[in-house]
């Protein structure tokens, strides 16, 4: 049955809900959520205390909510920028992650996040690690697949399975050949339909080729804008942009009727990221990506812009100068995401799931 959580980020044990995880985990059920994903779990618990995530365990029993967590990245490239990890295994970044396993499986939480990047804030291309300058993207795929392949021995041994994200660095074509390499029993996809027009990806087709892979989420709707060099995807709450919600979730619950639905929300930005199919670099980094594939994301950008004229959507300065408030965010995309999801019961597509604050 589909249960609907929120992905939740932390930063030296409080988050932008909650001054701990305790409160935070209040604040997502007040909000009406029934789940929550801790990313990153050495984040919310970065002494890893086994009472206090002792305690959070039970409190979620209590309250009948699941619980999913967020490990560290996975692209030997990066994983520099995530020290604590290394820490945590006595300087092996290796032994800090199999660390992490255990404990996910310790509390029965075997769908974990990953991914294979961060974005940094820096302008056009160089912000996403696909076109880092220093090692090719090839290399960071093939230096992935070996960590995996480290990792999997004690992921089959703890019955976990990482999910990559549809992260804004990586296409679905490349997650799957992942899988396809490590195993679909230790690796599967976390899918976040806003990121995938960022790699020049079609969200129906991209959705519907990691949909048999896909064990968890991060969903949030988005909008393509016409920019300065290209084109610039920005967030939006689930139902207020550009995607065909009814579409994806009935190619996602035919494929995992039993999912755990998780949303991910975001407050005071809209996270701009550019797509500049007019750089020399785009294409080549791109080979799955077909000019119709291009034809249709301009379509999307020129749907913007009627929509801006409209005064439907907002437009690209008002996109830029204004973030939405976190909650919100949250509380605006789990009400859409729920009727949409009584939409599709009531067509007979799936098992409602009873709201228990209702």
């Not at 409160?23 to 206090?52: C, K, Q, Y």
């Not at 961060?118 to 912000?127: V, W």
């Not at 892979?213 to 920019?227: G, I, P």
Request: charge should be negative; hydrophobic fraction near 45%; glycine fraction near 10%.
């Amino acid at each position: 049955m589909t249960r609907i959580g929120a992905d939740v980020k932390f930063s030296g044990g409080s988050s932008l809900l909650g001054a701990d995880p305790l409160a935070t985990l209040d604040a997502v059920a007040g909000l009406g959520f029934e789940g929550i994903l801790v990313r990153t779990v050495d984040e919310a618990f970065p002494e890893l205390d086994p009472g206090a995530i002792g305690a959070f365990a039970q409190a979620a029993r209590e309250r009948g909510m699941f619980v999913q967590l967020g490990l560290g990245k996975v692209n030997p490239y990066m994983t520099a920028e995530l020290p604590r990890i290394r820490d945590l295994g006595c300087g092996s970044y290796l032994a800090g992650m199999e660390r992490l396993i255990r404990l996910c499986a310790e509390h029965g939480w075997t769908e974990v996040w990953t991914a294979t990047g961060g974005f940094k804030a820096y302008p056009g291309l160089l912000g996403f690690d696909r076109f880092r300058t220093d090692v090719d993207w090839d290399d960071q795929l093939a230096a992935t697949r070996d960590f995996l392949l480290s990792l999997a021995p004690v992921l089959r041994e703890y019955g976990v399975r990482l999910n990559l994200e549809t992260h804004e660095e990586i296409t679905t074509f490349e997650i799957l050949g992942l899988i396809d390499r490590v195993g679909p029993d230790v690796l599967g996809v976390c899918l976040d339909p806003a990121n995938l027009v960022v790699r020049g990806e079609l969200i129906g087709p991209a959705v519907a080729r990691a949909a048999p892979y896909t064990h968890m989420t991060h969903l949030r709707d988005a909008v393509l804008a016409e920019a300065e060099q290209g084109l610039s995807r920005f967030l939006m709450p689930i139902g207020r942009g550009m995607t065909d919600w009814p579409q994806l979730l009935d190619t996602l619950l035919a494929a995992q009727p039993e999912i755990d639905l998780v949303i991910e929300g975001v407050g005071g930005t809209r996270a701009e990221m550019s797509l500049l199919p007019d750089d020399p670099r785009w294409w080549p980094a791109h080979p799955d990506m077909t000019w119709p594939d291009l034809e249709e994301l301009r379509s999307l950008a020129a749907l913007h812009a009627a929509n801006a004229a409209a005064g439907l959507w907002p437009g690209l300065d008002e996109l830029r100068r204004s973030g939405p408030d976190l909650r919100a965010f949250l509380g605006e995309s789990l009400a859409e995401l729920r009727a949409l999801l009584e939409t599709l019961a009531s067509e007979g597509e799936l098992t409602p799931c009873p709201n228990p604050r209702s």
